[in-house]
C-alpha cells in the first residue's frame, strides 16, 4: 500500500516538472543586448537600465531571457564591446549563436536635460522588428519607472508575447 502512494506521489511529482518544462518552453527567448548610451547620457547609468529592463523581461514570465554571461561569450566570440552600436544584420547573428528567438537592443540618450529610451525586439529567424517602443522623461530618476512601463506595454502587445507570431510577419514588414 505504501509503495502504491510512493509511486502516486513520484508521477505527480513527475507530471507536474514536465508541465512546467512546457510552460517554459513555450515562452519566446529572447536575448538583450546591452543598451547603447546616445547624447550625454551616462554610460553606468545605461548599463543600470537594461539591467532593470532584463529583470523586469523576465518578472513578466513571458519571455525566456538568455543569461548574461552565454550573452557576453557570444559578443567576445564575434568580438564585440559592450559600446558597440550593432546593426540589424549582427544583431540577427548574434541572436542565432545565442540560441534566442528575438534580440532586445535599445538605446538611452539625455539630450537638453530630456531622457528618452527606445527598445526594439528584433525577429531572429526573419529580421523583422517584432515590436519598438519609445518613451521619454524629464528626471533621470524617473528613468527606472519608466522601464516598468515600456516593459508593460510590451508585454500588453499581444505580437510581441505570442511565439507563433515570431517568424509569421507579412513579407511587407521585411527589411530591405
Not at 506521489?9 to 527567448?29: G, M, P, Q, T, W
Not at 519571455?63 to 567576445?76: F, P, T
Not at 564585440?80 to 528575438?102: N, P, Y
Not at 539625455?110 to 531622457?115: K, L, M, Q, R, S
Amino acid at each position: 500500500m505504501l509503495k502504491r502512494y510512493f509511486f502516486i506521489l513520484v508521477l505527480c511529482l513527475f507530471s507536474s516538472s514536465v508541465f512546467l518544462k512546457a510552460e517554459v518552453d513555450s515562452r519566446i527567448r529572447i536575448a538583450i543586448l546591452p543598451f547603447f548610451a546616445r547624447g550625454e547620457m551616462d554610460k553606468d547609468v545605461t548599463e543600470q537600465i537594461t539591467e532593470n529592463f532584463t529583470i523586469a523581461m523576465i518578472n513578466i514570465n513571458k519571455y525566456s531571457v538568455v543569461e548574461r554571461r552565454l550573452l557576453n561569450k557570444v559578443l567576445n566570440e564575434l568580438k564585440f564591446q559592450k559600446d558597440d552600436l550593432f546593426d540589424e544584420d549582427t544583431v540577427v547573428e548574434i541572436g542565432k549563436l545565442a540560441g534566442s528567438q528575438m534580440v532586445v537592443v535599445g538605446t538611452v540618450s539625455e539630450i537638453d536635460y530630456n531622457y528618452f529610451v527606445t527598445v526594439r525586439g528584433i525577429d531572429v529567424k526573419t529580421g523583422v522588428i517584432a515590436f519598438a517602443r519609445k518613451e521619454n522623461c524629464r528626471k533621470r530618476i524617473d528613468l527606472f519607472p519608466l522601464i516598468d512601463k515600456l516593459v508593460e506595454s510590451i508585454a500588453n502587445d499581444r505580437s510581441s508575447t505570442e511565439s507563433s507570431d515570431i517568424g509569421n510577419f507579412k513579407n511587407s514588414n521585411k527589411r530591405k
